[in-house]
């Protein structure tokens, strides 16, 4: 070996080295960019499911609060219904007796007592509602009838 070798640098040998060393930073940069869209995809993914979620629980909780209202003014009606049905079989009690019956119909209504000799008795078993038929009304209704007869 002539000469000293040592303290002579290789030139295509640096070259090559610097190539590869840029080459492995652009790939360490574009795997930092990489991991960075990631993060801010899940970071964004994330908020929209729990936006959705949240918006969901909300429309929710506000379909139980109209249910809830809804159940309460159905519940306070049938309150107000079974007072007035109350009050209704209050009156109906009241007019059951036969003493309130008379005393409002001969004090409001200006009614008489019947004497034993007005009181007339019927025997409704039997008919005691007849009506005349007249014969006239009879051939006319056969004449419509044969005319309907005739046209239908």
Do not use: W
């Amino acid at each position: 070996m002539d000469g000293n070798t040592v303290l002579a640098p290789n030139v295509p040998f640096r070259k090559g080295r610097y190539e590869d060393l840029e080459k492995s930073r652009t790939q360490v940069e574009d795997s930092k960019k990489l991991r960075n869209m990631k993060r801010k995809k899940s970071v964004l993914v994330n908020i929209t499911l729990g936006f959705a979620i949240g918006m969901t629980v909300i429309a929710r909780y506000c379909m139980i609060y109209n249910y809830q209202q809804a159940s309460i003014k159905a519940k306070d009606e049938i309150d107000i219904i079974s007072k007035e049905n109350d009050s209704y079989s209050v009156d109906l009690i009241k007019f059951r007796n036969i003493s309130y019956i008379e005393q409002t119909a001969t004090k409001k209504l200006h009614m008489v007592k019947p004497k034993v000799s007005d009181i007339e008795y019927l025997n409704l078993s039997k008919n005691n509602l007849q009506t005349n038929v007249n014969p006239q009304v009879k051939i006319s209704n056969e004449v419509v009838n044969k005319i309907k007869n005739i046209i239908f």
